[in-house]
């Protein structure tokens, strides 16, 4: 009895560490083998961005056109997601978007990236 009980609370422990746990917020790149062109994009959620990408253009519905365009004619498996500049330290609420803003330019500037809407 004794081990279910813990086992419980160990539950709820992990449970409650991610419920939580702030999303990490930043910059990420999606790179395209095939062609060499990268776009880069923001998120407050970077871990939740690329699931949602992949969906978008698995059904043609991104709304970058070069981006689904490279997509369609190569497929898959010639691009990559990466998070490029990460944080889920506690920012100010207000500055939040500024900060998004100025860390998209930068790395577009920095790897000579198309801009993700």
């Not at 409650?16 to 999303?23: D, G, L, M, V």
């Amino acid at each position: 009895m004794e081990m279910t009980m813990n086992s419980k609370e160990s539950r709820k422990a992990s449970v409650r560490e991610f419920k939580e746990k702030k999303p990490l917020l930043g910059a990420y790149a999606v790179r395209c083998s095939a062609t060499g062109r990268t776009w880069v994009g923001i998120s407050r959620n970077l871990s939740a961005t690329k699931n949602a990408c992949w969906f978008m253009l698995r059904g043609g519905l991104h709304q970058s056109q070069t981006l689904q365009a490279d997509w369609n004619a190569h497929g898959e498996q010639a691009f990559d997601y990466e998070i490029v500049d990460g944080t889920d330290e506690a920012i100010d609420p207000l500055l939040i978007d500024r900060m998004l803003k100025e860390k998209k330019a930068a790395w577009v500037a920095q790897l000579g990236a198309q801009p993700l809407p």
